[in-house]
């Protein structure tokens, strides 16, 4: 099995009520290939600008992360600046300089085109299926998106649902493209709009399946130290399909369980900034943090 | 075993987005009792008019409540009139007119002194440690509250807790307690404040125990149908309550399991007005849904 990512690489400026840290690692591929590399060795496909620092190479690497598809271009590398509200629920952002991602049309290496798991990571729709037109028979595809593309590029977003596996919203997304407010209505009317399966994220409060086996709930691992929300979705989306490359035991368990170690493995990522938590984490703290999860809920 | 509760019995009127209702029966007594009942017969203390109809002490009976403290008083009974937002989660309380209820001071019929389990609904602290008073060996000692008490008793409150099991807050209430946002960090925080276990309740997203066992997570049980979110929270600690009262298993599985049927009884509890879908449910059915919420979250 093979692993593919396609999304922004960025260094991010982020405050928080408790502190705040300039120009670390972000984006939405790192924090997915950073968390699935636990599983699987992921398949990066990106632009950096020519400001992009070889530590993050060198850390790519010592991650397994396979960087064929990794595109430097002369200029500078995405920067986001945001800042979270007292909750943490809620953030503004400040800034957002698209830099050499403004103008990335991504191509996939030759190597890549095997992949058998996608994960379209935030963008506009129009580019997710230009990518997914790429991969020659890809087995699993989940991708991203954002109340943005729902707004603006809404008919290439119903285009492209029907050719998903699984789809990630969140719950004003999922309300925004329904018109339904009940959660539960809300995630069934996302699924009749093609994708096979839908994961709506409620941030802390967990996140919810929709499929054909019915409503799965996931509540969010609780965990009392925040420090900093951003990449919990990615990480989330990376976890669970770096096991689901990495698994082979029979559906619908499989997707469970990938939800699981997603809710687990993003409970991490928001214990530090940016990707620094993964940083010193590994597979055997996620593993028990699965099984007290899983006690946490058992009656 | 034998389960008390003392709270408000009320007339409601309604107004959701999908309809309206004038003058059903509400308050956080019957909604406690009627849950319970599935499980035990509950005895109920509580003050009515003498504008009370004799229909409902005929439910009352059929539902084998013990209405030996149901007091009629010159005057006409408690009633609410609110309003809930498009989302279902927020609501305006339009009119309160307390009548009797204003100066209700609750004497427990000398057959109820020896009740096991007591649930003090949400009321002045101050009556709440009076009936308590009155509970000659009570085992097991649960209480709601509310932001008004917060704010205006603090002190009988913070008096009040440490004679509590357990405590029910909602997040901004355990906020509101403890100046925490985090809701791991509140409900520690509550918890730090006397009751031995505390209950937070998160309204669609489910709730949270805190207790000498760590934490427990308990996401909502998915209905696509919220009619009318009254008396969800009342009918959750009725049918946790009445389980408990009920069933001689070992703790912790008792608590956590008594939390399990308060999340179901209180998905039926909202699927119809006030609490009509109560009057048309049995313990079947609420079996039945229980197990189905058991395999929603099984990994």
Same mark, same amino acid.
């Given at each position: 099995?093979?692993?593919?990512?396609?999304?922004?690489?960025?260094?991010?400026?982020?405050?928080? *009520?408790?502190?705040?840290? #300039?120009?670390? !690692?972000?984006?939405?591929?790192?924090?997915?290939?950073?968390?699935?590399?636990?599983?699987?060795?992921?398949?990066?496909?990106?632009?950096?600008?020519?400001?992009?620092?070889?530590?993050?190479?060198?850390?790519?690497?010592?991650?397994?992360?396979?960087?064929?598809?990794?595109?430097?271009? *002369?200029?500078?590398?995405?920067?986001?600046?945001?800042?979270?509200?007292?909750?943490?629920?809620?953030?503004?952002?400040?800034?957002?300089?698209?830099?050499?991602?403004?103008?990335?049309?991504?191509?996939?290496?030759?190597?890549?085109? #095997?992949?058998?798991?996608?994960?379209?990571?935030?963008?506009? *729709?129009?580019?997710?299926?230009?990518?997914?037109?790429?991969?020659?028979?890809?087995?699993?595809?989940?991708?991203?998106?954002? #109340?943005?593309?729902?707004?603006?590029?809404?008919?290439?977003?119903?285009?492209?649902?029907?050719?998903?596996?699984?789809?990630?919203?969140?719950?004003?997304?999922?309300?925004?493209?329904?018109?339904?407010?009940? !959660?539960?209505?809300?995630?069934?009317?996302?699924?009749?709009?093609?994708?096979?399966?839908?994961?709506?994220?409620?941030?802390?409060?967990?996140?919810?399946?929709?499929?054909?086996?019915?409503?799965?709930?996931? *509540?969010?691992?609780?965990?009392?130290?925040?420090?900093?929300?951003?990449?919990?979705?990615?990480?989330?989306?990376?976890?669970?399909?770096?096991?689901?490359?990495?698994?082979?035991?029979?559906?619908?368990?499989?997707?469970?369980?990938?939800?699981?170690?997603?809710?687990?493995?993003?409970?991490?990522?928001?214990?530090?900034?940016?990707?620094?938590?993964?940083?010193?984490?590994?597979?055997?703290?996620?593993?028990?943090?699965?099984?007290?999860?899983?006690?946490?809920?058992?009656?």
């Amino acid at each position: 099995m093979s692993l593919l990512v396609v999304g922004s690489i960025a260094f991010d400026c982020i405050e928080t *009520p408790n502190g705040s840290v #300039d120009d670390v !690692l972000g984006g939405s591929a790192p924090a997915f290939c950073f968390a699935a590399s636990f599983f699987t060795p992921p398949r990066l496909v990106g632009v950096v600008g020519d400001d992009f620092p070889d530590v993050y190479r060198g850390l790519f690497e010592r991650l397994r992360i396979d960087t064929a598809g990794l595109v430097t271009q *002369p200029g500078k590398t995405f920067r986001w600046k945001g800042r979270y509200h007292q909750d943490m629920n809620t953030r503004d952002t400040l800034e957002v300089h698209l830099n050499v991602f403004g103008t990335f049309d991504p191509v996939l290496p030759p190597a890549f085109r #095997d992949s058998t798991h996608v994960f379209l990571a935030n963008g506009s *729709p129009v580019l997710q299926g230009r990518v997914l037109d790429q991969v020659r028979e890809p087995r699993l595809v989940l991708a991203d998106t954002m #109340d943005l593309w729902i707004n603006t590029q809404r008919e290439a977003l119903l285009k492209l649902l029907p050719r998903l596996d699984g789809l990630f919203v969140n719950d004003s997304e999922a309300q925004l493209l329904t018109g339904e407010t009940n !959660l539960v209505r809300a995630g069934r009317g996302v699924r009749r709009l093609g994708p096979k399966f839908v994961i709506l994220k409620k941030g802390e409060h967990g996140a919810m399946l929709f499929s054909a086996d019915g409503v799965f709930v996931v *509540p969010a691992y609780p965990t009392p130290d925040v420090t900093d929300p951003t990449g919990a979705g990615d990480s989330f989306a990376g976890a669970m399909m770096g096991y689901l490359d990495s698994d082979g035991s029979p559906p619908p368990g499989r997707l469970r369980r990938g939800m699981a170690y997603g809710t687990v493995v993003a409970s991490l990522t928001v214990e530090d900034f940016g990707l620094d938590r993964l940083k010193r984490t590994d597979r055997a703290e996620i593993d028990a943090r699965l099984e007290s999860y899983r006690k946490m809920m058992a009656f």
